[in-house]
């Protein structure tokens, strides 16, 4: 157990529906990361947050949306989905931002199924 | 051009043999750190073992071994001892330090499966 959280494990919805998807880091971690893994792309960095401000963006599409709050925890917003956004989304923190030797503890994911 | 290549799509090992999976990386950064991660048919990942760039030693946990040529750019998994629980996909990661990129960014893994 990593001591990262994300909720719902699985979540099946349809095109152009919204969905949240919650992360609480590990206690005392400041950093949120969120990572989608798909079979075409493979794992893709999306968002990171620390402490409450967004840090840096990957491939995060502009129907995606974060944000990270005062407790810390993280929400993933998605938005008018598409079939291509069927996938696997983790979570992941780590006790600071800066640093290439940080490691990055993940969470259980949350499998999103878009019919 | 790719940063993280996982050459091995799958690989096949026997138990109690010590097996390799190999991963190189390319960067222009001096200080960037790689990592290791197992993900279980369950789907989580799992952190394994870290080796940061200005390490003079290999970094080893346990039966895991990371075989670190920095001239060559690769950073090779070493197992030893499989145990049937050793199956599952793993991933090579890296995090570029110079240029202040915070993420990771992996390469697209090798699916290794031990045989009794």
């Known amino acids: 157990d990593s001591g990262v959280t994300q909720t719902p494990k699985h979540l099946i919805t349809a095109t152009g529906q919204r969905v949240t998807l919650r992360c609480s880091p590990r206690?005392?971690?400041?950093?949120v990361y969120w990572y989608q893994q798909s079979l075409d792309q493979g794992l893709q960095f999306l968002i990171q947050y620390y402490n409450g401000e967004e840090r840096a963006k990957g491939n995060i599409l502009e129907r995606f949306s974060a944000q990270q709050f005062p407790d810390l925890h993280s929400e993933l917003n998605l938005s008018s989905l598409e079939l291509g956004d069927s996938a696997l989304y983790f979570c992941?923190?780590?006790?600071?931002?800066?640093?290439?030797?940080?490691?990055?503890?993940f969470g259980p994911g949350t499998r999103l199924l878009v019919l | 051009a790719q940063k993280i290549t996982q050459t091995q799509p799958g690989m096949f090992v026997q138990e109690k043999e010590a097996v390799t999976l190999d991963c190189t990386y390319d960067t222009s950064d001096q200080s960037y750190g790689l990592f290791w991660y197992k993900q279980p048919s369950s789907g989580e990942m799992i952190f394994l073992i870290y080796q940061g760039s200005y390490d003079e030693q290999n970094a080893t946990e346990g039966r895991y071994s990371l075989n670190f040529q920095k001239a060559r750019k690769s950073a090779n998994l070493v197992i030893s001892a499989s145990q049937l629980g050793d199956s599952a996909m793993y991933f090579c990661?890296?995090?570029?330090?110079?240029?202040?990129?915070?993420?990771?960014?992996f390469g697209s893994g090798t699916r290794l499966q031990v045989q009794p």
């Open positions: 992941a923190s780590s006790p600071h931002s800066e640093g290439p030797q940080e490691t990055q503890y």
């Open positions: 990661a890296m995090r570029e330090g110079d240029t202040g990129r915070r993420a990771l960014t």
């Open positions: 206690s005392g971690d400041l950093s």
